[in-house]
């Protein structure tokens, strides 16, 4: 079936480090990819996406590429801050249908300073 | 503007007994979703309303759970004879219509816990 698979966590990274968060999927058709981050104590909110191959989703220094042929979606940052500490979640939605959200399990990201 | 809101925001409840989870969307946004969040499933997909259409109930883990949306606005969750898988923290969202385009705004989750 359809699925996202992302690397566990816990990460934990100095400040300034650079960060990978590995993101592959499996999915009929061709899905649009996204990127999710929960806050502590926050709700879910859209960091970036991406809606077809070879294209890159970026936002707050966070940036990611849709690679259809290795069927990924890796999250980079290049110095990474104390406030980037949260959770990431990749997503995809596929094609064609009712835009729910397929989630990964979610990478918990720590950064000390 | 208001996002979306959901109440309440924590329900403690006996195995056995009824809720009711309540999502406010995000005023003039035609789709409602609502999603799970439990530490043995990840974040699932549980319906999906657009409008005046059928909704999606394609999520939905038993029927025991049961959803709708009055006026187009706002969504009521039940959860009938609760039980202690139930416990979870419950998500609502929102969009302005079904195209990908459109981004999904997240309420801050109603933490249901059964005991």
């Known amino acids: 079936g359809d699925s996202v698979t992302q690397m566990e966590g816990p990460v934990t990274l100095s400040e300034e480090a650079f960060l990978t968060i590995n993101c592959t999927y499996t999915?009929?058709?061709?899905?649009?990819l996204f990127w999710y981050v929960q806050y502590p104590g926050e709700g879910l909110q859209l960091l970036l996406k991406a809606t077809k191959a070879d294209d890159k989703g970026s936002n707050k220094g966070f940036e990611a590429t849709y690679r259809k042929e290795t069927t990924s979606f890796h999250l980079e940052k290049g110095s990474v801050q104390v406030s980037d500490s949260a959770v990431y979640f990749c997503?995809?939605?596929?094609?064609?249908?009712?835009?729910?959200?397929?989630f990964g399990a979610g990478t918990r990201l720590a950064v000390h300073p | 503007g208001a996002g979306v809101s959901q109440s309440p925001s924590n329900k403690v409840t006996e195995k056995g007994k009824d809720v009711e989870l309540r999502c406010d969307p995000i005023s003039g946004h035609t789709a409602l979703y609502w999603y799970r969040q439990s530490l043995g499933q990840g974040l699932e997909f549980l319906i999906y309303?657009?409008?005046?259409?059928?909704?999606?109930k394609s999520g939905l883990p038993s029927d025991r759970f049961s959803a709708e949306r009055t006026g187009g606005s706002v969504s009521t969750l039940t959860i009938q004879r609760t039980q202690q898988e139930d416990s979870a923290v419950y998500l609502c969202?929102?969009?302005?219509?079904?195209?990908?385009?459109?981004?999904?705004?997240f309420g801050p989750g109603t933490r249901l816990t059964v005991t």
């Open positions: 997503a995809l939605i596929l094609s064609g249908g009712y835009n729910k959200l397929i």
């Open positions: 309303f657009q409008g005046n259409s059928a909704p999606d």
């Open positions: 969202a929102s969009s302005q219509g079904r195209e990908l385009s459109y981004e999904q705004y």
């Open positions: 999915a009929t058709g061709y899905p649009s």
